[in-house]
T-cell receptor, first 114, second 113 residues
């Protein structure tokens, strides 16, 4: 069974640039969620994708957008990067068939905005 | 109403001691309360979870105590070991099946040998 994999692991961007982060969900999982974890803080829900559509969104501006592909993998795109976007971005996968709220997290993509 | 408040921010416990981390929530619709463990450079991993219809759940050295009327829940780690040193997050699910979690701020736990 393959776990959740994310790429890239680290990246550095400058203010105003755009970034795309990628996530492959765990085998058998059809739902992908993205979280932002600022240094020393708990993860914050950005949005969730199910059946290739956004299925709920946290308190993040529209410049945060995403995609889910037919193989359930997902992308997180952030436009017009700001310094406060520097954080660990976590992807979590789950199955709509499970009866618990358990999420399976990847190791994250560490974004630094200069 | 969507907040989960966690304390303490950091905790140091001697090997063999009991580690206790507390969380409080406001939204009575929350339906599932997991604890996640995160090691440096890794993503959070589920440690133990409870639903509000029980007051306690124990798995090995880890126990969740849940007080529905007080809207509080806590993690107890018995016989704490150096390998337990990590950051712990409590969380809550807004409603059953949401698979979207509201996390606490985290507790950095250090177990001294």
């Amino acid at each position: 069974e393959t776990g959740v994999t994310q790429s890239p692991t680290h990246l550095i961007k400058t203010r105003g640039q755009q970034v795309t982060l990628r996530c492959s969900s765990q085998s058998g999982h059809n739902t992908v969620s993205w979280y932002q974890q600022a240094l020393g803080q708990g993860p914050q829900f950005i949005f969730q994708y199910y059946r290739e559509e956004e299925n709920g969104r946290g308190n993040f501006p529209p410049r945060f957008s995403g995609l889910q592909f037919p193989n359930y993998s997902s992308e997180l795109n952030v436009n017009a990067l700001e310094l406060d976007d520097s954080a660990l971005y976590l992807c979590a996968s789950s199955s709509s068939l499970q009866n618990t709220g358990e999420l399976f997290f990847g190791e994250g993509s560490r974004l630094t905005v200069l | 109403q969507q907040q989960v408040k966690q304390s303490p921010q950091s905790l140091i416990v001697q090997k063999g001691g009991i580690s206790i981390i507390n969380c409080a929530y406001e939204n009575t619709a929350f339906d599932y309360f997991p604890w996640y463990q995160q090691f440096p450079g890794k993503g959070p991993a589920l440690l133990i979870a409870i639903r509000p219809d029980v007051s306690e759940k124990k798995e090995g050295r880890f126990t969740i105590s849940f007080n529905k009327s007080a809207k509080q829940f806590s993690l107890h780690i018995m016989d704490s070991q150096p390998g337990d040193s990590a950051t712990y997050f409590c969380a809550a699910e807004p409603y059953q099946g949401a698979q979207k979690l509201v996390f606490g701020q985290g507790t950095r736990l250090t177990i001294n040998p």
